[in-house]
Each structure stands twice: as C-alpha cells, then as structure tokens.
C-alpha cells in the first residue's frame, strides 16, 4: 500500500524557515517523481515543486521560486522541502503526492501538514 | 502561463442526474488533463489522468473527455457520495496549475 506521511509543518514567523519530510513507503520511490501541493484555508489545490526520480529535473511555481528548495533521498525515501523568507500567504496545508506514470498528474497524496506564517 | 479555467463555479443536481463539467485551457495542452475529487475535510482524490484514463478502482459513472483546450468531465448519474469539489489539472509542462474547481451539491 502507498503511503506518504509529510511532518515538519507549525507556526513560524513571517520571514522565518521551515523544512517538509514526506516519509514514503510501499513503491519503488526512486523511480517515481514527487511533488509538493500546498492547499489555503478555504482555497483550491495549489502546485508548489516537483523533483524527478533522479533529480536531473527541479520545477517551481513562480509564488516560491528563490524561497523554497525542493530535494529527495532516495536511500531515504523521503521527499523535503525547505521554505525559507516564509510569507503570510505561504499558510497552507502542504501535500507530499507522487507522479503518476513518470507524468506530473498526482495519483497519491499524503494527508498533509499545516504551515502557519503568523507573528 | 497557460490559465485553467472551470465552468460553473458551482451547480446543484439531483440523484441519478448527469452531471458535466467543463475545464478549459488557454492555450492547447494535448491531452494532459487530470481530474480530482475533494470532499470536505479530505485529500484531493484523483480520478482521470490524460483526459479520458480513468484511475483504477474510481466508480465508472465517471468519464472524461476531451483534447487540445476544452475537456469534460462528466458523471453519468450523480450519486449522494459524488458530493465535493471538483478540480482539473494540466500537466503538459510547469506550472502544473489546477483549476479553480466546481462545487457540485444537490438540490
């Protein structure tokens, strides 16, 4: 069964730091890319990054590019992401979820954590 | 940025209705469309890929349709589980934007 278990989430202060782990299990998480899907209160779905399998390809959404840095350890299983210059409207539900088919639709998701940015 | 966007915002049917959706591109995107499904409190669900594919073990009331801008997805006879949100999604090439989603409820 695929699980994805994303922690790292709190409250931080505007300009402050954070960094994601999505714990993976039960596929083959170096042939698959990832991604991170962050969600606002009361919003809809919003793309954040995605890494390859192998890291030869790194995507941002504009909203964090310069401010956040996607990585992975495939000997770890595990998908990160490290938020810095947080912002107000960073303050979402942030989702590990895997690629489909070596595509960047999302066929797995975790269940979440919760980034606040608030002083 | 190729913009997505959904029509409608919202609509409310009744059991066993046919329910469309509409999600269109600005620019032509192939067939790289998804679909999810978000109930309340819960985790986005995906239920097609490449616009027509629909994802294993999601009810075959649903389908998808649909190449180059304009993309359907459609429920054959709305059931009181179908209650959510639903959002498209490209993924030709990044930004891998979704929609700004359809809420569908009942009458």
């Known amino acids: 069964e695929v699980q994805l278990v994303e922690s790292g989430g709190g409250l931080v202060k505007p300009g402050g730091s954070l960094r994601l782990s999505c714990a993976a299990s039960?596929?083959?998480?170096?042939?698959?890319?990832m991604n991170w899907v962050r969600q606002a209160p009361g919003k809809g779905p919003e793309w954040v990054s995605s890494?390859?399998?192998?890291?030869?390809?790194?995507y941002y959404a504009d909203s964090v590019k310069g401010r956040f840095t996607i990585s992975r350890d495939n000997a770890k299983n595990s998908l990160y992401l490290q938020m810095n210059s947080l912002r107000a409207e960073d303050t979402a539900v942030y989702y590990c979820?895997?690629?489909?088919?070596?595509?960047?639709?999302?066929?797995?998701w975790g269940q979440g954590t919760l980034v606040t940015v608030s002083s | 940025d190729i913009q997505m966007t959904q029509s409608p915002s919202s609509l409310s049917a009744s059991v066993g209705d046919r329910v469309t959706i509409t999600c269109r591109a600005s620019?032509?995107?192939?067939?790289?469309v998804a679909w999810y499904q978000q109930k309340p409190g819960k985790v986005p669900k995906l239920l097609i890929y490449a616009a027509s594919t629909l994802q294993s073990g999601v009810p075959s009331r649903f389908s998808g349709g649909g190449s180059g801008t304009d993309f359907t997805l459609t429920i054959s006879s709305l059931q009181p589980e179908d209650v959510a949100t639903y959002y498209c999604q490209k993924y030709n090439s990044a930004p891998f934007t979704f929609g700004p989603g359809t809420k569908v409820d009942f009458k």
């Open positions: 620019q032509d995107i192939s067939n790289y």
């Open positions: 979820a895997r690629s489909g088919l070596s595509r960047y639709y999302f066929d797995y």
């Open positions: 039960g596929f083959t998480f170096s042939s698959y890319n």
């Open positions: 890494i390859s399998s192998g890291t030869n390809y790194i």
